[in-house]
């Protein structure tokens, strides 16, 4: 994962709620509101949620973070079909790195 330079405001805007309009809303009624959300669903979603959301035909995760949160970057990483066990790592990452540039 590239670690292009991020200012503390970058950082914050990446990690905050979205509007409400925003909200990813998984198939499998957990509601998204930001990356940390997002992380966390990710460590405990089954296959079959991560699956229907991320596979050859689409990638509802990365769309999200592109279109909704911000973060081109994260989207991009997400963009090949990956494992969801690889998918929770990665956005894991990203938000402890993003968490480090606000202390």
């Known amino acids: 994962m590239s670690e292009t330079k991020i200012t503390k405001q970058v950082a914050k805007k990446l990690l905050a ?3 409400e309009y925003r909200f990813f809303w998984c ?3 957990r509601i998204f509101r930001n990356m940390r959300d997002l992380s966390a669903g ?3 979603m089954s ?3 991560f699956v229907y959301h991320l596979n050859a035909d ?3 995760f990365g769309n999200w973070l592109k279109d909704s949160v911000g973060d081109e970057q994260l989207a991009e990483d ?3 079909p ?3 066990r690889e998918a929770a790592k990665t956005v894991k990452e ?3 790195f993003l968490d480090s540039l606000l202390s």
């Open 27 to 29: 198939n499998d009624g």
């Open 58 to 60: 689409k990638n509802d």
């Open 82 to 84: 990956i494992s969801r």
């Open 17 to 19: 709620d979205v509007p």
């Open 47 to 49: 296959a079959g949620t």
């Open 42 to 44: 990710l460590a405990s």
């Open 78 to 80: 997400l963009e090949d």
């Open 94 to 96: 990203r938000v402890a």
